[in-house]
């Protein structure tokens, strides 16, 4: 434990920044200093909520405040980039939810202030530490599984039905890719944690039974680097699904989590099961694993980089790299499947962003 | 039961022909009358294993008994035309083990002898059969699981790293797609049973880890014509697998079958689960499944169609439908993942035939 808390301001005071704060004060090493909303009714509710004794009345003010130390950034993801940028160059030290940003032209511009301020970093791709996502890791660094052939993944929950002209996630422009830009980011990072760079993508985005402007039920191959296959499928338009199958050579694992409890991330492994396969095994065997909270670890990690305690594991390099593979999966599934060249979109991105 | 048994003969008499044949054995409506396999061995030992009391010298000595009402083929996928136009020709009804052909010339040329023939034909699309998809269906036409969005299936096992030159499956001219055309056909036909027609396909296949010609880990992405998203993934490199997973907008169904018993089909069910997930459900409750076996079912179903008291539910149309599945997937693997139309690769198939 710190003695002196590192002091840190959510901005963006919505339902994910409620998340988060649970998280951070389910650690003791956060202390959530003042906050920042341009919704003065929603600054006193969180500062209630979660006995925050200071708010800031505009982003300038919470910038200039030097006890600030860091920013915890939930705004909609077509603001990341000013948000993010803003707080960087005003010497503040930024955590952002996932994604980094809606654009890899917005991304690469924050990666480039991110390199210009020296600022510490992080982006929340939280579900690469779920327990079950660490054991997997253990499994194909040590061999246990063998080499993988496919590997398959869903992130798909019920949010498209739900979505209306009120809400940032209703609109192609703020949310691109829908279902696959919210939740299959998320399974973008994580697959290339366990198994390396994915190089190409060939993909089908829907707008099947949602009211909004985008997709839900979107379908990606992902062709790794290493020759292995990956599948990642999300929805908008169903029950909640977290899942992640492995075949391996030597054993298959599957991995598979309730999310109807993601949010309460310090109980999610009470509502996942991990469990291998081995030949001419009949029962799946429940791997023991590890108590996790991914949201409390990844707000502690980032404090404690400001500290120099400890190093980001999800900076911009890897966020960008999940971002590329959502983007990836749109202009494949704008060229009706035709496959992409990972590389070729992150290029094409920075060519745009250098001319511009 | 009937009083007259009807007279049926396996050909080719390798590992499969067992299987059916104690499918057969299990119900009461089929007579394992006679056999033929080119290796008098394999007759010899045939006979004794199944008490059946002679066997054919010649295919032309088989198909020339008055007594044999129709045939059971179990030969290579390559040989299928040849031997069963010539059954057909000679006026028997014909079982043949998915899938129809290994190439839709010789379907088309198989359909067009059923056609001018008349007689009795059924492919071994076994797997629609089973319990999980059998209750799938009836939540779909009932409505239970609402609009589907999203269908995730996998059929895979170890055989690839099995096969050696000696068997026909190691070739890439006798087994074109390899895992995908002796698995992932199964899940070809079973979702086209299940959501109606797949219209396009995205695919990549890869030889990973097999010493064969033919692909280990393929992937699959169908567009059905009703706008749902459909995922095939098959490999021949781990532990088996079988599963299907539908996410509707009222609730998802989950299918696993522990591939281990799949040939004692009257014993998988025991081995399988189907369960359900309604939103805000955290514990997914089995559905209870009425017990079937899907190799007896198929036989016993053939022969009463024979006999004029049943008629055949996977016959010459739905397995080419199936087959097509599986050429545009090796289609659009061939073009990079391009996707192909299932109409037009079945069209070409035609024109190439009406020429050659």
Chains 1, 2 share one sequence.
Not at 7 to 31: I, N, T, Y
Not at 81 to 95: C, S, T
Not at 234 to 262: C, E, I, Q
Request: one cysteine or more; glycine letters at 8%; a negative charge.
């Amino acid at each position: 434990m710190l003695e002196d808390k590192v002091r840190l301001a959510p901005v963006g005071l919505g339902r994910w920044a409620r998340v988060l704060a649970r998280g951070a004060q389910r650690g003791d090493v956060v202390d959530l200093y003042s906050c920042f909303s341009r919704d003065e009714q929603r600054r006193t509710s969180f500062c209630e909520e979660f006995g925050i004794t200071r708010s800031a009345g505009s982003y300038e003010e919470l910038l200039s405040d030097p006890d600030v130390e860091g920013v915890i950034v939930t705004t909609p993801n077509d603001t990341h980039r000013d948000v993010i940028v803003q707080a960087l160059e005003a010497g503040k030290d930024v955590y952002t939810d996932k994604p980094i940003a809606h654009t890899l032209e917005d991304a690469n511009r924050i990666a480039a202030a991110v390199t210009d301020t020296g600022r510490v970093f992080a982006v929340g791709h939280s579900s690469r530490r779920l327990s079950g996502h660490r054991e997997m890791k253990r499994w194909i660094d040590d061999g246990r599984i063998g080499d993988i052939s496919l590997a398959e993944a869903n992130f798909s929950n019920e949010r498209g039905l739900e979505l209306t002209p009120k809400t940032w996630r209703y609109y192609a422009d703020k949310s691109p890719g829908g279902a696959f830009i919210q939740l299959g980011v998320h399974h973008a990072d994580t697959l290339q944690f366990l198994l390396g760079p994915v190089a190409r993508v060939t993909a089908h985005a829907r707008r099947l039974y949602t009211k909004s402007e985008v997709p839900d039920a979107v379908m990606a191959i992902c062709e790794f680097a290493s020759g292995a296959l990956g599948y990642i499928g999300t929805g908008w338009a169903s029950p909640g699904v977290y899942t992640m199958n492995l075949l391996g050579t030597k054993a298959n694992l599957r991995y598979d989590l309730d999310f109807t409890h993601w949010d309460e991330s310090h109980q999610a492994d009470d509502w996942s099961t991990l469990r291998s396969q081995f030949y001419g095994e009949s029962v799946r065997q429940p791997v023991p694993l590890p108590r996790t909270d991914m949201f409390r670890e990844q707000l502690d990690e980032f404090a404690l980089a400001i500290r120099g305690q400890a190093s980001v594991e999800v900076g911009a390099v890897e966020a960008v790299r999940a971002l590329a593979v959502v983007r990836s999966v749109l202009e494949s599934s704008k060229r009706n499947g035709e496959a992409v060249d990972v590389a070729e979109v992150i290029g094409s991105a920075v060519a745009t962003a250098s001319v511009s």
